[in-house]
């Protein structure tokens, strides 16, 4: 692949994505919920930390909520940087189309939470029981670099009583799939999802 064609690819998945978390930021208020089919629901989460909610503070107890909210953030922005320059190499060594394709994926999807977490802060107000205002005269709700990721995204497939049968968990109530997500959560699935199932020709 070229840079054209990973730039593209690249701008596509980030413009699908802000354009997404901007309309939510604006339309909805923080939690609201909105049923589109019984298996597809668009619901208004902000995620402060990693996936699945975690912050780096619940495992190290001792540091700051700020401070670990600024330590993800500038981890992240690592990890973008070194994502990019994996992709530079891959591009100008000319190879896998499959490895440049999922690289070029994950990067966009890192990058589009990376512009949440560094710049929704002070880019918009908070969204507790009103819709959230561009460029507030106020001010924004958090401070460069303590941006909250928007979600919204839910897909609750199936939801009911497992078998009482199955160790553990027989009888309990369970929901699939209950975690609430945005694209930027989708590319960087998709691209490691396709690193794995295609890693013998990703990796030639």
């Known amino acids: ?23 939510i930021k604006t339309h909805f208020q923080l939690y609201e919920d909105l049923e589109l089919f019984s298996w597809f629901r668009i619901v208004f989460v902000e995620n402060e930390g990693m996936a699945w909610g975690a912050r ?33 190499v891959v591009i100008q060594t000319g190879k896998s189309k499959v490895l440049a394709l999922s690289i070029a994926v994950i990067f966009a999807g890192a990058m589009g939470n990376i512009i949440d977490s560094v710049f929704y802060g002070i880019l918009f107000s908070d969204s507790y029981g009103q819709l959230a205002e561009i460029l507030p005269s106020n ?51 998709s691209g490691i999802a396709a690193l794995l199932l295609f890693n013998k020709k990703a990796f030639s």
């Open 1 to 23: 692949m070229n840079f054209r064609s990973v730039a593209i690819i690249i701008a596509v998945i980030l413009l699908a994505d802000q354009c997404s978390k901007i309309y």
């Open 139 to 189: 001010g924004g709700y958090a401070g460069l670099f303590y941006g909250n990721v928007v979600d919204m995204l839910h897909f609750p497939l199936w939801s009911g009583e497992l078998p009482k049968w199955i160790p553990w968990i027989g009888g309990d109530y369970v929901s699939f799939f209950d975690p609430v997500f945005n694209i930027a959560d989708v590319a960087i699935t």
């Open 56 to 88: 780096l503070s619940d495992f190290i107890p001792f540091i700051a909520t700020d401070t670990a909210k600024l330590m993800l953030t500038l981890f992240r922005i690592a990890a973008v940087l070194a994502i990019a320059y994996w992709l530079f």
